[in-house]
């Protein structure tokens, strides 16, 4: 049955009017060429909004001849990626790999072209296992294939730890090591998709290790090949609203950017609201904010963070809706959650989609199977907790070679205490749904929500700002100061 609906059954108001793709003249017409072009002109101009024109452009064609030239899809996911990843390279790698090359007496040497190197090395690495994994069905790669990976990437890690190796051997091994990061997740959901009887080709799953649309993400959003094909259109009415779809998400995106900046020049520039490291910094040398600028510092803190994390989600998955997968959106609508598991669902969905494939559910199927509530509770705290704190310090890896593996371990103690209090929260909040609890859906209910689900997130912020600058201690202090408390 059709999902279209006359425009007259659409509602009124806004919903009514920003419904465009329940429009059945609408839809009919981005099926013609004219169509088309005016959604891809539109995409572009909105993508223009945080990148540069040479890349929106590069990625509305590429997703423009996926959506189009179906026949050649594999090849044309392949070839755009690899192009985005070689031509409009992000700095992040190379930052990584240029303190090693100088300590190895390698200052000289391109960290362009190392990244590069090890990049090809590791797709032809990737490529290698991905069949290994396919025609050995019972090795431990294919069987247990995320123990697999998080064990290659600790002896990497280990070998290319300073003492260990030196000169060129540990250079190109620590290169290696900073490319495997952020595809680790990718490559984990691809050595999972090999179990599938209707296999993906190799070049559709190396093609989304960090997709043409996905940005410098280390979360596969839109999860692995496997998924993203059953998303994908089958016929063009389904493409042309999955299309109309994308662009309405790319542009809401912008608009949520416009807040952001407005938001930003009012709090940092016009008010000279601090950031919450600096506020922590000033309580800890005697020259604390008043308790209005703090909370605001925090307040502002999580706005800004809340808003890029669904900025960044809307604009990858509107721009993979422009190829034709019908993929949820990554943040929907956060400030509606009624309990921390709805939060959790929310927030980030594709992270939530991670922890759970890799974390939640293969603890919930081994442990604790006499005991429903202790299962339920111990592979959610397993998910946000654990998973979450080991992918936060596997993203950051770079820091075990600046700070040393001990110390890049103490900086990570603030995020680890955020993720066991979290854990605990969304794990007890998972319970009680599984229960039967539901909060009351009146007004002062949802206020009631509202308030223990955000508070519940803003205290918390203190302690996941995302820097590495003051202990748990210090945090723990500052955030007793706010209520007045002191220790």
Same mark, same amino acid.
């Given at each position: 049955m059709s999902r279209?609906?006359?425009?007259?059954?659409?509602?009124?108001?806004?919903?009514? /009017?920003?419904? @465009?793709?329940?429009?059945?003249v609408l839809v009919t017409w981005a099926q013609a060429w004219p169509g088309k072009l005016t959604l891809l002109t539109f995409a572009f101009l909105a993508l223009t909004m945080t990148l540069s024109w040479q890349e929106a452009l590069f990625i509305v064609a590429a997703m423009a001849f996926f959506a189009y030239w179906p026949q050649w899809r594999s090849l044309i996911l392949f070839a755009s990626t690899y192009i985005v990843a070689f031509i409009f390279p992000h700095g992040s790698i190379d930052d990584a790999i240029r303190g090693v090359a100088a300590h190895e007496g390698f200052a000289e040497v391109s960290t362009a072209a190392l990244s590069y190197l090890a990049l090809i090395g590791f797709s032809l690495i990737a490529w290698g296992l991905l069949a290994y994994a396919r025609h050995h069905k019972q090795s431990v790669l294919a069987q247990r294939p995320f123990l697999s990976m998080i064990t290659i990437e600790f002896v990497l890690c280990?070998?290319?730890?300073?003492?260990?190796?030196?000169?060129?051997?540990?250079?190109?091994?620590?290169?290696?090591?900073?490319?495997?990061?952020?595809?680790?997740?990718?490559?984990?959901? /691809?050595?999972?998709?090999?179990?599938?009887?209707?296999?993906?080709?190799?070049?559709?799953?190396?093609?989304? =290790?960090?997709?043409?649309?996905?940005? /410098?993400?280390?979360?596969? @959003?839109?999860?692995?090949?496997?998924?993203l094909r059953k998303m994908l259109a089958k016929n063009p009415e389904e493409m042309a609203i999955t299309q109309i779809k994308g662009v309405k998400l790319l542009l809401w995106a912008d608009a949520l950017l416009a807040l952001k900046m407005l938001l930003k020049w009012f709090c940092e520039d016009y008010c000279h609201v601090p950031s919450v490291s600096d506020a922590i910094d000033a309580s800890i040398h005697g020259h604390a904010y008043s308790l209005g600028m703090q909370w605001a510092s925090l307040? +502002?803190?999580?706005?800004?963070?809340?808003?890029? $994390?669904? @900025?960044?989600?809307?604009? $990858? $998955?509107?721009?993979?809706?422009?190829?034709? =997968?019908?993929?949820?959106?990554?943040? +929907?609508?956060?400030?509606?959650?009624?309990?921390? $598991?709805?939060?959790?669902?929310?927030?980030?969905y594709y992270f939530k989609e991670l922890l759970v494939d890799f974390f939640f559910l293969p603890t919930f199927f081994r442990v604790f199977k006499k005991h429903p509530r202790l299962r339920l509770f111990f592979a959610t705290f397993m998910a946000a907790g654990v998973g979450n704190a080991l992918f936060h310090f596997m993203s950051e890896i770079d820091l075990v070679e600046s700070m040393g593996f001990q110390g890049a371990l103490e900086s990570f103690f603030s995020y680890a205490f955020y993720c066991l209090i979290l854990a605990t929260g969304i794990g007890i909040s998972q319970v009680r749904a599984n229960a039967g609890y539901r909060p009351s859906l009146s007004i002062w209910g949802r206020i009631q929500s509202f308030l223990v689900v955000w508070g519940f997130v803003t205290l918390l912020h203190v302690f996941s700002d995302e820097t590495r600058n003051h202990t748990l201690l210090e945090r723990v202090q500052y955030l007793l100061s706010m209520f007045a408390i002191s220790m």
């Amino acid at each position: 049955m059709s999902r279209i609906k006359d425009a007259r059954s659409g509602g009124a108001g806004m919903r009514s /009017a920003w419904a @465009i793709d329940e429009r059945q003249v609408l839809v009919t017409w981005a099926q013609a060429w004219p169509g088309k072009l005016t959604l891809l002109t539109f995409a572009f101009l909105a993508l223009t909004m945080t990148l540069s024109w040479q890349e929106a452009l590069f990625i509305v064609a590429a997703m423009a001849f996926f959506a189009y030239w179906p026949q050649w899809r594999s090849l044309i996911l392949f070839a755009s990626t690899y192009i985005v990843a070689f031509i409009f390279p992000h700095g992040s790698i190379d930052d990584a790999i240029r303190g090693v090359a100088a300590h190895e007496g390698f200052a000289e040497v391109s960290t362009a072209a190392l990244s590069y190197l090890a990049l090809i090395g590791f797709s032809l690495i990737a490529w290698g296992l991905l069949a290994y994994a396919r025609h050995h069905k019972q090795s431990v790669l294919a069987q247990r294939p995320f123990l697999s990976m998080i064990t290659i990437e600790f002896v990497l890690c280990l070998l290319s730890y300073q003492g260990v190796l030196h000169g060129l051997p540990r250079l190109m091994l620590w290169s290696l090591l900073c490319v495997l990061t952020p595809y680790f997740w990718y490559l984990a959901y /691809a050595l999972v998709d090999q179990r599938s009887k209707d296999q993906s080709s190799d070049l559709f799953q190396l093609g989304v =290790f960090h997709p043409v649309w996905g940005g /410098a993400s280390s979360i596969p @959003i839109g999860k692995g090949a496997a998924f993203l094909r059953k998303m994908l259109a089958k016929n063009p009415e389904e493409m042309a609203i999955t299309q109309i779809k994308g662009v309405k998400l790319l542009l809401w995106a912008d608009a949520l950017l416009a807040l952001k900046m407005l938001l930003k020049w009012f709090c940092e520039d016009y008010c000279h609201v601090p950031s919450v490291s600096d506020a922590i910094d000033a309580s800890i040398h005697g020259h604390a904010y008043s308790l209005g600028m703090q909370w605001a510092s925090l307040l +502002w803190s999580v706005s800004s963070y809340s808003l890029r $994390i669904a @900025i960044s989600g809307h604009f $990858i $998955i509107g721009s993979a809706r422009l190829a034709g =997968f019908r993929l949820p959106r990554a943040t +929907w609508r956060p400030l509606e959650s009624r309990t921390l $598991i709805e939060y959790f669902n929310r927030f980030h969905y594709y992270f939530k989609e991670l922890l759970v494939d890799f974390f939640f559910l293969p603890t919930f199927f081994r442990v604790f199977k006499k005991h429903p509530r202790l299962r339920l509770f111990f592979a959610t705290f397993m998910a946000a907790g654990v998973g979450n704190a080991l992918f936060h310090f596997m993203s950051e890896i770079d820091l075990v070679e600046s700070m040393g593996f001990q110390g890049a371990l103490e900086s990570f103690f603030s995020y680890a205490f955020y993720c066991l209090i979290l854990a605990t929260g969304i794990g007890i909040s998972q319970v009680r749904a599984n229960a039967g609890y539901r909060p009351s859906l009146s007004i002062w209910g949802r206020i009631q929500s509202f308030l223990v689900v955000w508070g519940f997130v803003t205290l918390l912020h203190v302690f996941s700002d995302e820097t590495r600058n003051h202990t748990l201690l210090e945090r723990v202090q500052y955030l007793l100061s706010m209520f007045a408390i002191s220790m």
